[in-house]
Each structure stands twice: as C-alpha cells, then as structure tokens.
C-alpha cells in the first residue's frame, strides 16, 4: 500500500496554504456570470494558481441526472490549469432497470463519463480504479482513517469544483460533500456513511440502520474525511473550492432520475475556505424570495430534514474553517 503520509517527509513539505481572511471573516468571491468565463473569472480572483500534477474534482454524474456540471461550462477552467478531471465509483447501483447508469463499478463508471462528453475534451482519471489509500484524520471522533481512491497519490493541488444542490442524505451537496464522498473509495463511502461502523462495503448491508442509522454521526464523519483531504493537500501545493449553484434540484447529482429543479441559477462562489463557501450558499438559498419562477422550499425541507448544516456546523467545530465570511462581488 503506498504510504499516505511520504509526502511529509522532511524537507519536502511546502508552507501551508493560508485561508483568505479579513476582519468579516473568510472571503468568498461571487460573479452572477455562470459561463466559461465566469469559472475562469472567480477562479484567478482567488489569486492561488494550481500548480504542478492538478486534479479537479466533479462529479461527472448519474447516468440519466440532467444536471451535472456541464462539459462545456467547465472546460475553458480545466484547460487553463492543464486539469485532470478525477472521480471516483460510488457505493450504489442505480437498480437493475438502470444498469447502464450505473458508476458503481469503473466499467461502468467510464461509459457514463464517455456519454457526458468529458472524455472527447479532458483527461479524467478514477481515482479508485486501481485500489485505495488511507490518509490521517485530524477528527477521529467516528473515524480512524479517511479511505480514498489510491490515484489521490498522484496529485499535487486539487480544485474542488462543485455543483452546489440539495441531497438526499445529506441535505445538501456542496464544497464538503465533494471533498469527503466524491473522493472516498467504496470502502471509504461505506465508512463515511455508518459513521465509522462498516470499514469494508458490504452490499448485503447498503441502506440498513447499520449503514445509515447514525445522520449526525455520517455528517460528523463528511466534515472530518472533507478535512482529510483539505490538509492532504495543504502538505502538497494547495487546495482551492468553488461552488457553481445552478440547476439546483433538491436531489444529487448523484440520483439517476432527480426531482425538478424549482430554483433559478443563482451564480458561482468561491474560497479558500469550504466551510463559508458552503455556508455562503446555505445562505443564499434561506434568503431566495418565492416567486412564479422560484422556490426554496423543498431545498430548504430537505436540508432541515437531514439535518444538513451539521456538516458545516461540525467542520467549523472540528477547525476546517470559519462559517463567518464576507462576500466579494466580482462582478462590480
């Protein structure tokens, strides 16, 4: 197994990346230009260039999910800092009426990625396909380990670019959720999702109290694997998160056949922070007005009802980041 911490060694360990801060707490860049050249924008605002091997974290998708981060819209971004983008399976089949949607296995994973059209304009790389690695956990409330795809390794500076939205377990899918699941291993996945009980994915088990009878607990476990990876890359040369709110359904981007998005698109955030980043945008949708056009209601219930700003609540608590924050609008 490759050794999760050789980048540590003396010597060979980079100054720490600092969290843009001022006296209103973290900043958060905002533009309203949701667009190749709105992504391209907020991200030189952040004033970090990804350097060396860089992976940029999406999720490319459930088969039939209509709402996934757009080829088009992303890739002026991934080939500006010469990208790969990365992912890894999930822990799930869609069913079997759906088999060709499924990401459960990387068979199966790369025909999606190809039907997407990710893979005519990046390199993109599973970064579980070949095994896994163990990183520390600082928060080892539930946890012993984070367990992520084994090509994490090969990873100098990460982008967590996320399609901010509702989800079904966990209220909402933002910065942190792609840090910690969108980068777990199937083992990993399991892990984070039994807060700590089942190390090892046992299908047999997927959805029983066993796997899912802990929320706080799984939520708890989100926020300590999302720090793994933040301070995986903060040893390297860095780690940046932007959050694209647009075609926000109430379910994930990883549901085969998602509710209807009721929200309009809002725009793109992004820190140097996760925890204000996400709570930014929690914000923005508890302050959106109901119109003809435009409901947060059903984002709203399905966060209150998974209790999903424990998340942040926990990430802050734990030290990732601040939930205190200003905005910047870039576009003024």
């Known amino acids: 197994m490759l050794c999760a911490a050789a980048f540590m060694l003396a010597g060979c360990k980079p100054p720490k990346q600092e969290t843009s801060v001022n006296d209103e707490g973290a900043v958060v860049y905002l533009t309203k230009d949701i667009s190749?050249?709105?992504?391209?924008?907020?991200?030189?605002?952040?004033?970090?260039?990804?350097?060396?091997?860089?992976?940029?974290?999406?999720?490319?998708?459930?088969?039939?999910?209509?709402?996934?981060?757009?080829p088009?819209?992303?890739?002026?971004?991934?080939?500006?800092?010469?990208?790969?983008?990365?992912?890894?399976?999930?822990?799930?089949?869609?069913?079997p009426d759906d088999l060709q949607d499924d990401r459960n296995t990387s068979a199966n994973h790369w025909k999606v990625i190809e039907r997407h059209g990710f893979i005519p304009l990046f390199k993109v790389d599973i970064m579980d396909e070949d095994g896994e690695i163990r990183i520390p956990v600082a928060d080892t409330s539930h946890m012993k380990y984070d367990i992520v795809g084994s090509h994490m390794a090969n990873y100098d500076f990460m982008i967590a670019l996320n399609h901010f939205k509702g989800h079904p377990m966990g209220g909402y899918?933002?910065?942190?959720?792609?840090?910690?699941?969108?980068?777990?291993?199937?083992?990993?996945?399991?892990?984070?999702?039994?807060?700590?009980?089942?190390?090892?994915?046992?299908?047999?088990?997927?959805?029983?109290?066993?796997?899912?009878?802990?929320?706080?607990?799984?939520?708890?476990?989100?926020?300590?694997?999302?720090?793994?990876?933040?301070?995986?890359?903060?040893?390297?040369?860095?780690?940046?998160?932007?959050?694209?709110?647009?075609?926000?359904?109430?379910?994930?981007?990883?549901?085969?056949?998602?509710?209807?998005?009721?929200?309009?698109?809002?725009g793109i955030l992004a820190s140097t922070d996760p925890v204000a980043l996400d709570q930014a945008c929690v914000d923005i949708i508890n302050n959106q007005q109901v119109t003809a056009t435009n409901d947060p209601t059903d984002l709203l219930s399905r966060i209150d009802q998974q209790h999903g700003t424990h998340t942040i609540d926990w990430a802050e608590k734990i030290g990732l980041g601040s939930k205190k924050y200003t905005i910047v609008d870039i576009d003024k």
């Not at 004033?47 to 060396?52: F, H, N």
């Open 36 to 70: 190749p050249e709105g992504l391209v924008k907020i991200y030189k605002a952040l004033g970090i260039d990804a350097k060396g091997h860089v992976a940029v974290k999406i999720s490319t998708g459930e088969g039939s999910n209509p709402n996934y981060l757009k």
């Open 72 to 95: 088009e819209l992303i890739k002026d971004l991934v080939q500006l800092v010469d990208g790969t983008i990365v992912e890894c399976n999930t822990a799930y089949s869609s069913g």
């Open 173 to 266: 899918g933002g910065a942190l959720k792609n840090l910690s699941i969108g980068c777990a291993s199937a083992n990993g996945k399991a892990y984070i999702h039994s807060a700590g009980k089942m190390e090892v994915l046992d299908m047999e088990k997927l959805w029983t109290p066993e796997f899912i009878g802990d929320q706080d607990g799984f939520l708890e476990n989100m926020a300590a694997a999302a720090q793994a990876v933040v301070n995986y890359f903060q040893q390297k040369q860095g780690i940046i998160y932007i959050n694209v709110m647009n075609n926000m359904s109430i379910d994930c981007d990883c549901v085969d056949h998602p509710e209807p998005v009721k929200l309009e698109d809002y």
